[in-house]
């Protein structure tokens, strides 16, 4: 069985501030790792994803996440947020070839003025 | 455009009137699954599809029907509606079994209320 754990369930940052959202997962076999993110009343779309190779990955708009073997973690960081990111955040892991999608229980995060 | 759909996006009943939530995609993708999101647990999975006609209980199908007579559609149905499935639902759709790059590409969400 695999578990994805947000602790934080609102991070409150003010604009260009750096800011990181911790995911952590446990799982007794190699898994895959994602964010998504939902922007206010909108679907779940996907910001990045480790599958293999670079532990480190990055997105379009400037978000990255390293995922660490040892820490069993994907945290996500971006240097400097602005105003259009808020949202809530999802960390969630699956299985090689497989199909479902294991989810943590979400980080809002609001990027304040 | 590479789509997931779902009508209705806003629903309001009552305890114990049959409804039913479409979710279509239009990729050709093998597998689909409904989710519920609630506050602060997330989202979980409620029922998925591996293709047509293969169905299975996710982790909370109590309450909960599903099908899946073609590929592209994949409706959810509450038999019975009760205040406690009061959610927002979304549909989602992969390619399916053995493909690294997996994406699951998500619908718009349904918002249903049962009063």
Known sequence: ?113 | EAQVTQNPRYLITVTGKKLTVTCSQNMNHEYMSWYRQDPGLGLRQIYYSMNVEVTDKGDVPEGYKVSRKEKRNFPLILESPSPNQTSLYFCASSLGSGYDNNEQFFGPGTRLTVL
């Open chain 1, 1 to 113: 069985a695999q578990s994805v754990t947000q602790l934080d369930s609102q991070v409150p940052v003010f604009e260009e501030a750096p800011v990181e959202l911790r995911c952590n997962y446990s799982s007794s076999v190699s898994v895959y790792l994602f964010w998504y993110v939902q922007y206010p009343n909108q679907g779940l779309q996907l910001l990045l994803k480790y599958l293999s190779g670079s532990t480190l990955v990055e997105s379009i708009n400037g978000f990255e996440a390293e995922f660490n073997k040892s820490q069993t973690s994907f945290h996500l960081r971006k240097p400097s947020v602005h105003i259009s990111d808020t949202a809530e955040y999802f960390c969630a892991v699956r299985f090689p070839g497989g199909n479902k999608l294991t989810f943590g229980t979400g980080t809002q995060l609001k990027v304040e003025l």
